[in-house]
Every structure is written in structure tokens, then in C-alpha cells.
């Protein structure tokens, strides 16, 4: 069965409208794990606008399921993630401006510079994923710099106005988890996802983890985080039963 990896996020992003302390996306987290997410997902951002150092402290040590860090390279980061040792980091680009993630990580142009810090991480038994397109050269090069996992961004799909980009773009996703398998990497992926465009990803994709924030977040607005990360997990089941019987 593929994985469900809940980003939290949000529920801090609501916190940090009001510089209060409610809601907790430390609470979010708990009661994710009781809807049955098998990871959890926080990223810690240079410029800290929802989560914070204590969110990651307090999950760290909370957190029942696997804990994915999002993080920058940069060396502050790079510095609180070999402090906490989260089971998991995935590195992705960071811009000040934008409003979420946008890109994949540009792997190719930074491969000593990856290569040192995906090293750091693994000496101190921290699992690396690299969030990048999906892409042939990015593939590659994150085998090269040493990476265990990579996580396709998802977000290009996701946005298709057109039937028919979709589609096309599902394709370019299949190929490319064919190509990181046969270069011997695990296979995430996520961004954009929703209840309405999960579905064919995991019809048609071999991963082992989707990472989906945004959507079950606005969903727990209104019916409860639990309850909205069961839909997900059911979603995802009764996908999975589809592909098996295809
Ligand atoms: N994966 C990565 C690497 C991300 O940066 C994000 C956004 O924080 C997600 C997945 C989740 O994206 P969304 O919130 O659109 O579901």
C-alpha cells in the first residue's frame, strides 16, 4: 500500500496569523496519527512563517509514525536537522517570495555541495529525500549525490487546466518513477494533491509515499483532522484495489 505522509503545516500557518498559540499543529499531528497517516510532514522554513524550532522539538519527540522534515540547505538548517535527527529530511529549493514550494531542486547544478550534506545526514542514520521534478537529469544526478529517496513534484499535474496535459503529464511522472527505481531510488511524491486528483496517481504510480498538506488541512477545517486524514487513507485504498485489479 502506498504511504500517506500529512503536511501540517498549515494548521501553524493559522497560529502564526495571530502570533498566538492555538491551534497547535503539534495537536494536528497526534490526531493525524489517529486518522492513521504514516507520516508525518512539517517543513522548517529560513524565514519560519508557520512551523517553528519548537513544533519540531515537540514532534520529534511525539510523533508515533515516521517524521519528514522539509528543509532549505541552508546551514542553519542544515544545523537544527542534525540536532533533532528527524527519521526522514527532504531537501527542497526555498524562496523568500513565494507563496508554497514551487520548483524541484535543481540537483544537476549543486551536486558537490549535495553531495556533502546528503553525507552529513546519512553518517547520522537521517533518511534523504530529494524533492525534484520530474526529470531525467535530476534523476540521475540525485542518485549520484547519494540520495535514498526522491519525491516528484507533483504540482505541474496538478495544476493541468486540460484533460489531456493531465494525462500527459501522469505519463512523464510513470516514466520518471521507472527511471529512479532502475537507478535504485525510492519513489515519493506530492504537491498539489487533492481528493479529487489523488486518485490516477495512485493508479499509475509505483511510489511508496503521497505528501499531501493543503488539501487535508482545508478539509479538517471542517470535519476534524482525524477524520479528514481517514477519507485520504480510504482514497488511496480504494485506488490501490483498482490498480491491483487493472
Ligand atoms: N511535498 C513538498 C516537498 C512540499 O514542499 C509540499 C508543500 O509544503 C508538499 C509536498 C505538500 O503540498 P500541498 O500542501 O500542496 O499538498
Given at each position: 500500500?502506498?504511504?500517506?505522509?500529512?503536511?501540517?503545516?498549515?494548521?501553524?500557518?493559522?497560529?502564526?496569523?495571530?502570533?498566538?498559540?492555538?491551534?497547535?499543529?503539534?495537536?494536528?499531528?497526534?490526531?493525524?496519527?489517529?486518522?492513521?497517516?504514516?507520516?508525518?510532514?512539517?517543513?522548517?522554513?529560513?524565514?519560519?512563517?508557520?512551523?517553528?524550532?519548537?513544533?519540531?522539538?515537540?514532534?520529534?519527540?511525539?510523533?508515533?509514525?515516521?517524521?519528514?522534515?522539509?528543509?532549505?540547505?541552508?546551514?542553519?538548517?542544515?544545523?537544527?536537522?542534525?540536532?533533532?535527527?528527524?527519521?526522514?529530511?527532504t531537501l527542497?529549493?526555498?524562496?523568500?517570495?513565494?507563496?508554497?514550494?514551487?520548483?524541484?531542486?535543481?540537483?544537476?547544478?549543486?551536486?558537490?555541495?549535495?553531495?556533502?550534506?546528503?553525507?552529513?545526514?546519512?553518517?547520522?542514520?537521517?533518511?534523504?529525500?530529494?524533492?525534484?521534478?520530474?526529470?531525467?537529469?535530476?534523476?540521475?544526478?540525485?542518485?549520484?549525490?547519494?540520495?535514498?529517496?526522491?519525491?516528484l513534484h507533483?504540482?505541474?499535474?496538478?495544476?493541468?487546466?486540460?484533460?489531456?496535459?493531465?494525462?500527459?503529464?501522469?505519463?512523464?511522472?510513470?516514466?520518471?518513477?521507472?527511471?529512479?527505481k532502475g537507478?535504485?531510488?525510492?519513489?515519493?511524491?506530492?504537491?498539489?494533491?487533492?481528493?479529487?486528483?489523488?486518485?490516477?496517481?495512485?493508479?499509475?504510480?509505483?511510489?511508496?509515499?503521497?505528501?499531501?498538506?493543503?488539501?487535508?488541512?482545508?478539509?479538517?477545517?471542517?470535519?476534524?483532522?482525524?477524520?479528514?486524514?481517514?477519507?485520504?487513507?480510504?482514497?488511496?485504498?480504494?485506488?490501490?484495489?483498482?490498480?491491483?485489479?487493472?
Amino acid at each position: 500500500m502506498i504511504k500517506l505522509g500529512v503536511n501540517v503545516d498549515h494548521v501553524a500557518t493559522i497560529r502564526q496569523a495571530r502570533m498566538t498559540f492555538e491551534p497547535d499543529p503539534v495537536t494536528a499531528a497526534g490526531l493525524a496519527d489517529l486518522g492513521g497517516a504514516d507520516v508525518i510532514t512539517i517543513h522548517l522554513r529560513e524565514d519560519r512563517r508557520h512551523i517553528q524550532e519548537r513544533d519540531l522539538e515537540l514532534m520529534h519527540d511525539t510523533v508515533f509514525t515516521k517524521l519528514n522534515l522539509e528543509m532549505a540547505t541552508s546551514r542553519e538548517i542544515v544545523d537544527i536537522a542534525l540536532k533533532i535527527k528527524p527519521g526522514q529530511i527532504t531537501l527542497v529549493p526555498e524562496k523568500r517570495q513565494e507563496i508554497t514550494t514551487e520548483g524541484g531542486l535543481s540537483v544537476a547544478s549543486q551536486k558537490q555541495m549535495l553531495t556533502d550534506i546528503v553525507k552529513k545526514f546519512k553518517d547520522n542514520d537521517i533518511y534523504v529525500s530529494l524533492f525534484i521534478d520530474p526529470d531525467k537529469e535530476q534523476i540521475t544526478a540525485s542518485r549520484e549525490v547519494g540520495a535514498q529517496s526522491i519525491e516528484l513534484h507533483t504540482g505541474r499535474y496538478a495544476n493541468a487546466q486540460r484533460e489531456e496535459e493531465r494525462t500527459e503529464l501522469l505519463q512523464t511522472l510513470s516514466k520518471s518513477v521507472k527511471i529512479a527505481k532502475g537507478e535504485g531510488l525510492r519513489v515519493n511524491a506530492g504537491h498539489g494533491l487533492t481528493y479529487k486528483n489523488t486518485g490516477p496517481i495512485v493508479e499509475h504510480l509505483d511510489i511508496e509515499e503521497l505528501h499531501i498538506g493543503h488539501s487535508i488541512v482545508s478539509r479538517a477545517i471542517f470535519v476534524g483532522i482525524e477524520t479528514a486524514v481517514r477519507e485520504m487513507k480510504e482514497l488511496i485504498y480504494k485506488h490501490f484495489m483498482i490498480k491491483q485489479n487493472l
